[in-house]
């Protein structure tokens, strides 16, 4: 069965300091995968996807198939990453695109 | 362009009873989906809707349900509520032509059971 797994609920590091937010995921076929966002009082929203192969806001994410992972990665932390930061993978199946998401990973920046 | 807008923002509603919520997409956007956010379950996907057409649909009792109108408005239904419904429910909204288009989500329905 298709599955997203964030093994960690809280992530804290310091500013300057680089962060990586795991994700795991499980999928019978070709998977695209997303990282959403949604800081605090706002809504839900894309960060990156992996098809995109870009860096948004200084963070990265590479697709490892051999590892089934696609850890969200920045070198350097600001205090306005912190978030709360989901993995998603699309599951096409069922005629339409479905998004399953991980729980979720909090990160807090601190100063 | 204006957001995707879900109302209302909160429900309060008593076990037995039925709930309808409303999304309104982002403009031109065929596709509207629907998702439940518990603390315990995470993000869940409820259904999919594209030119009024239910696309896709997750695991979910047939007490939810929904439909989209001809101007993409979509609109959910919950009948017999449980304590256990009791969620955010996020709309998002895409393109919806081709795989992999963005969804842009609304800032939910907040729906308590008592």
């Known amino acids: 069965a298709q599955r997203v797994t964030q093994p960690e609920k809280l992530l804290s590091v310091f500013k300057g300091a680089p962060v990586e937010l795991k994700c795991n995921y499980s999928?019978?076929?070709?998977?695209?995968l997303f990282w959403y966002v949604q800081y605090s009082r706002q809504r839900l929203q894309l960060l990156l996807r992996?098809?995109s192969r870009e860096s948004i806001k200084g963070f990265t994410a590479d697709l490892n198939k051999g590892e089934t992972s696609f850890h969200l990665k920045k070198p350097f932390a600001q205090e306005e990453d912190s978030a709360m930061y989901y993995c998603?993978?699309?599951?096409?199946?069922?005629?339409?695109?479905?998004?399953?998401f991980g729980k979720g990973t909090k990160l807090t920046v601190n100063p | 362009k204006a957001g995707v807008t879900q109302t209302p923002r909160y429900l309060i509603k008593t076990r037995g009873q039925q709930v309808t919520l409303s999304c309104s997409p982002i403009s031109g956007h065929r596709s509207v989906s629907w998702y439940q956010q518990t603390p315990g379950q995470g993000l869940q996907f409820l259904f999919e809707y594209f030119s009024e057409t239910q696309r896709n649909k997750g695991n979910f009792p047939g007490r939810f349900s929904g439909r989209q109108f001809s101007n993409s408005r979509s609109e959910m239904n919950v009948s017999t509520l449980e304590l256990g419904d009791s969620a955010l429910y996020l709309c998002?909204?895409?393109?919806?032509?081709?795989?992999?288009?963005?969804?842009?989500f609304g800032n939910g329905t907040r729906l308590t059971v008592t």
């Open positions: 992996h098809i």
């Open positions: 998603a993978l699309s599951d096409r199946r069922g005629g339409s695109e479905k998004l399953v």
């Open positions: 998002a909204s895409s393109s919806g032509g081709v795989y992999n288009s963005p969804l842009h």
């Open positions: 999928y019978s076929g070709s998977p695209e």
